[in-house]
Structures are given as structure tokens and as C-alpha cells.
């Protein structure tokens, strides 16, 4: 089975300032993706970003991008130039990419990030 | 991105009665949809799966018998909480995929209130 860590319950960061918030996993599977989520007070879900697990080259949307350490089996999320709007919850999530289960996500715990003005 | 409607948004019932909750793709075909519940503070706990046109599977202590899944088309699948107990009060979030490597987009939760 896999499982997904995030070790930052809570996390603050000053408006304009950069955050990464840490995700760690462990799985047995060589074909899988990975996810950051953000959910804000309004409790919509919202995909932040993707990792395709065969690409080495690191997703980035925008101001987010993500560290991706296949062999450390790390995958963090950078938020730069925070905003107001980025205060939320965040959750990172793995899927196998084939498979019994390929549908499905396994969420860590999450991470609360608040952005202080 | 794709749309996942979930319907109601917040709920109050009574102890006992029954109470169902709506989940709509309503710019594509889900052929998967998933039922999470979350308690305060914490992740999303996936309860169910279910695949239009089939039984859905549950998660392992997920009481099937409690949480009814139907998936009855490509653009619907409803949960009924049936003789809902205050223990059952939680946020239910729906998810719906189109296929395995496609996105999972999320309904906008119903928070279930029993009293």
C-alpha cells in the first residue's frame, strides 16, 4: 500500500515571500503521479499542480513548482511570491499509474499554510 | 477544467432519516466516481468507489449497508446516508474521473449536519 507524509501540520509565510511545504511517500511502483491539492476555507478542492513520475523534469504552474526526488521519494511544494489567496490547506496525493487502485488518490494529512500580510 | 457539481451544499436532518447527496459531471463522462469523507481538520477519507453501471466498492470499514453508492449513469452518482445518527455529521466530498490517467475534479462538498 502506499502512503503519503506530510510532516508540516501548519506552516505561516509572509505575503510576497516564498514557502515550500514537504510531502514524502513511500510505494513500491515505478509508474505513478503525484499531486499538490489546495483546499481553501470554501473546502473546494483544487488541483495545484502534477508529477508524472517518469519525468525528471520538475512541474511548475505559474508561481508553483515542485522538487521532485524519485529516489528519495520526496516531492515538495514551492509557492512562490505568496498571496493572500494561497492561504489554505494543502494536500499532496499519489495515484498509481495502472492497476488494481489506478484510480484512485492517497491524500496525506495536509498542511495549513496561512499567508500574513 | 471540467465541472463536478455536488448538491446540497449543507444539510441539516434528523436523527434517523434518511439523507442523499447528488454528484454530477456536468461537461463529461465519469466513468469512476469516488466518495471521501473529512472530519475537522483532517484528510480526506475515501469511503467508496463506484463505476457507472456497477456495485460500488467500499473501503474497508465503510459500512455499505449505512453509506449507499449509485452510479447510475455517467454524469450522476448519489450517496444516501440512511438512518443518519449525529456520529454521521461530517463534510462528504465527491470526486469524478473520466478515465485512469485523466484528472480528478471535486464536487464543492455537502456538510452533513444530524441532529
Known amino acids: 500500500a502506499q502512503t503519503v507524509t506530510q510532516s508540516q501540520p501548519e506552516m505561516s509565510v509572509q505575503e510576497a515571500e516564498t514557502v515550500t511545504l514537504s510531502c514524502t511517500y513511500d510505494?513500491?511502483?515505478?509508474?505513478?503521479?503525484l499531486f499538490w491539492y489546495k483546499q481553501p476555507p470554501s473546502r473546494q478542492m483544487i488541483l495545484v499542480i502534477r508529477?508524472?513520475?517518469?519525468?525528471?523534469q520538475n512541474a511548475t504552474e505559474n508561481r508553483f513548482s515542485v522538487n521532485f526526488q524519485k529516489a528519495a521519494k520526496s516531492f515538495s511544494l514551492k509557492i512562490s511570491d505568496s498571496q493572500l489567496g494561497d492561504t489554505a490547506m494543502y494536500f499532496c496525493a499519489f495515484k498509481r499509474g495502472s492497476g488494481a487502485g489506478s484510480y484512485q488518490l492517497t491524500f496525506g494529512k495536509g498542511t495549513k499554510l496561512s499567508v500574513i500580510p | 477544467g471540467a465541472v463536478v457539481s455536488q448538491h446540497p451544499s449543507r444539510v441539516i436532518c434528523k436523527s434517523g432519516t434518511s439523507v442523499k447527496i447528488e454528484c454530477r459531471s456536468l461537461d463529461f463522462q465519469a466513468t469512476t466516481m469516488f466518495w471521501y469523507r473529512q472530519f475537522p481538520k483532517q484528510s480526506l477519507m475515501l469511503m467508496a468507489t463506484s463505476n457507472e453501471g456497477s456495485k460500488a466498492t467500499y473501503e474497508q470499514g465503510v459500512e455499505k449497508d449505512k453509506f449507499l453508492i449509485n452510479h447510475a449513469s455517467l454524469t450522476l452518482s448519489t450517496l444516501t446516508v440512511t438512518s443518519a445518527h449525529p456520529e454521521d455529521s461530517s463534510f462528504y466530498i465527491c470526486?469524478?474521473?473520466?478515465?485512469?490517467?485523466?484528472?480528478?475534479?471535486f464536487g464543492q462538498g455537502t456538510r452533513l449536519t444530524v441532529v
Open positions: 510505494t513500491s511502483e515505478s509508474n505513478y503521479y
Open positions: 470526486s469524478a474521473r473520466g478515465g485512469p490517467n485523466t484528472e480528478a475534479f
Open positions: 508529477q508524472e513520475a517518469y519525468k525528471q
